[in-house]
């Protein structure tokens, strides 16, 4: 069965931090996306990675990094949270452009 | 620019069908993608249209009007889980997805 995994479902961390979002996904997909969700918007892609240490800026890189050492985990980092970074992060992951498959999100609040 | 047009919500009756539709505008066209999502969930694929034209699914079916930038979700036999978000993305022409902020379809009893 098909899963995206991400390291927490709820997150707070101060404004300043370094925060690190991890997604790891079992399918053996070369394709990796990092997204948030806010209400009354759509999905927003951050980045997103065709290969193992590779990586494109997406829509809203600003703010953000991220990494790709193996081809099962892409990292999110935020290299100083902001409170206008609160938001659900979701990550994805797919076989070339077909469907994507999302992991179960996390919910980041920074204070 | 791209864009990405649907209902912010619906209402509809247990039993019943509903529409939802969606108008897109994109740099070039790869596909229409379909996406559920649950509150407090991840988003779960449902369909996918590059061709014109009606794709059934069950009680889902999906629809393509590649020279009108149109494409709507049919959902027959409405049950009560079918109370979600329903996205609507478009995959432009270097393969991105463009999102549309999702229409909240609320089931009545």
């Known amino acids: 069965d098909v899963k995206v995994t991400q390291s927490s479902r709820y997150l707070v961390k101060r404004t300043g931090e370094k925060v690190f979002l991890e997604c790891v996904q079992d399918?053996?997909?070369?394709?990796m996306f990092w997204y948030r969700q806010d209400p009354g918007l759509g999905l927003r892609l951050i980045y997103f990675?065709?290969?193992?240490?590779?990586?494109e800026k997406g829509d809203i890189p600003e703010g953000y990094s991220v990494s790709r050492e193996k081809k099962e985990r892409f990292s999110l980092i935020l290299e100083s949270a902001s409170t206008n970074q609160t938001s659900m992060y979701l990550c994805a992951s797919s076989f070339w452009f077909y469907e994507q498959y999302f992991g179960p999100g996390t919910r980041l609040t920074v204070t | 620019g791209q864009n990405i047009d649907q209902p912010t919500e619906m209402t509809a009756t247990e039993g019943a069908i509903v529409q939802i539709n969606c108008t897109y505008q994109t740099s070039g066209f790869n596909g229409l993608f379909w996406y559920q999502q649950h509150a407090g969930e991840a988003p779960t694929f449902l369909s996918y249209n590059v061709l014109d034209g009606l794709e059934e699914k069950g009680r889902f079916s999906s629809f393509l009007s590649r020279s009108k930038g149109y494409s709507y979700l049919l959902l027959k036999e409405l049950q009560m889980k079918d109370s979600a978000s329903y996205l609507c993305a478009s995959m432009d022409s270097n393969y991105q997805l463009i999102w549309g902020a999702g229409t909240k379809l609320i089931i009545k009893p």
């Open positions: 399918m053996d997909h070369e394709n």
């Open positions: 990675s065709y290969d193992v240490k590779m990586k």
